[in-house]
């Protein structure tokens, strides 16, 4: 809920804002922590984002599940 007050805060009305998902690794945007070696994935990071969908896309509607 942190993201959804941060943009509320920001000045984006809260009845414009549908959902908020923790997608976890099971999305077609996390990447792998290891690489093939093991080693730290230096883009491991940008799994701590937020993506932001228009709730009417393709995407959205699938992981609403509508």
Same mark, same amino acid.
């Given at each position: 809920?942190?993201?959804?007050e941060?943009l509320?805060d920001l000045? #984006?009305p809260?009845?414009?804002?549908?959902?908020?998902?923790g997608?976890?690794?099971?999305?077609?945007w996390h990447?792998?922590? #290891?690489?093939a070696?093991?080693?730290?994935?230096?883009?491991?990071?940008?799994n701590?984002?937020?993506i932001?969908?228009?709730?009417?896309s393709k995407d959205?509607l699938?992981?609403?599940?509508?």
């Amino acid at each position: 809920m942190a993201v959804k007050e941060l943009l509320c805060d920001l000045g #984006v009305p809260s009845d414009q804002i549908v959902a908020v998902l923790g997608l976890g690794y099971e999305n077609k945007w996390h990447l792998p922590d #290891v690489d093939a070696d093991g080693g730290l994935n230096e883009n491991a990071p940008k799994n701590r984002s937020v993506i932001i969908l228009d709730a009417g896309s393709k995407d959205a509607l699938q992981l609403l599940g509508s």
